[in-house]
């Protein structure tokens, strides 16, 4: 990277990609590998729901590929190229949402011709391995409650939501699979690397 690109960065984005190259040192220093693959809005958890992009996620250390963890991370819409480019019109942006969903539907990239959306050659890019073990990590905090109701109550949710206890419980077997993975030395070094994420 040349030192005029480095001074049109914002400090925080320097520091925010010292910190992606330490973390990722430190994922390969363990072994980690990873799969990360397109999942159709319409064959997602989130069928249904609010446009998201979803992914799903393998998990796995080099020297034991038998122990995988599998898990869906979803990304806002606002991850797709040019999602957040100006339109002009209300026909403009009719169009737009037309691309953002045949995009979330296929894996590619959406463009307009003569008023058509159009698939292109161009892959959605997939999140790095970074930010899905960030979200991974994130969530690993739910041990850290004595329960469901003391962790609903922290985080803001109903604790007679079934939805809520359902998102808790994902929480809780996503960490111990990423635990039996990882080990709980690679965990705790990890929660510190991502402070400040």
């Not at 040192?25 to 397109?38: C, D, E, K, R, T």
């Not at 790095?128 to 469901?148: K, P, Q």
């Not at 109903?158 to 709980?184: M, P």
Request: charged share 25%; proline share 5%; aromatic share 8%.
């Amino acid at each position: 990277m040349s030192t005029e690109t480095l001074s049109m960065q914002k400090p925080w984005q320097i520091e925010h990609k010292a910190k992606v190259k330490q973390i990722e040192a430190y994922l390969n220093s363990i072994g980690l590998q990873h799969n990360i693959v397109f999942i159709p809005q319409s064959r997602s958890r989130n069928a249904g729901k609010e446009p998201c992009i979803n992914w799903s996620v393998c998990l796995w250390k080099s020297n034991n590929d038998k122990n995988k963890m599998l898990t869906d991370y979803q990304q806002g819409v606002g991850h797709l190229p040019k999602w957040n480019s100006p339109v002009k019109n209300e026909y403009d942006t009719k169009l737009k949402y037309s691309c953002m969903l045949r995009a979330i539907e296929t894996g590619k990239v959406h463009r307009i011709v003569n008023d058509t959306p159009v698939p292109t050659n161009t892959k959605l890019t997939p999140p790095s391995v970074v930010d899905v073990i960030y979200s991974l990590i994130m969530d690993s905090d739910v041990l850290d409650y004595a329960g469901f109701e003391l962790w609903a109550n922290n985080l803001g949710f109903d604790t007679d939501s079934r939805k809520a206890e359902t998102i808790y419980n994902i929480c809780i077997n996503n960490t111990l699979k990423l635990k039996s993975i990882l080990g709980q030395e690679a965990l705790d070094k990890l929660k510190d690397l991502y402070q400040d994420y």
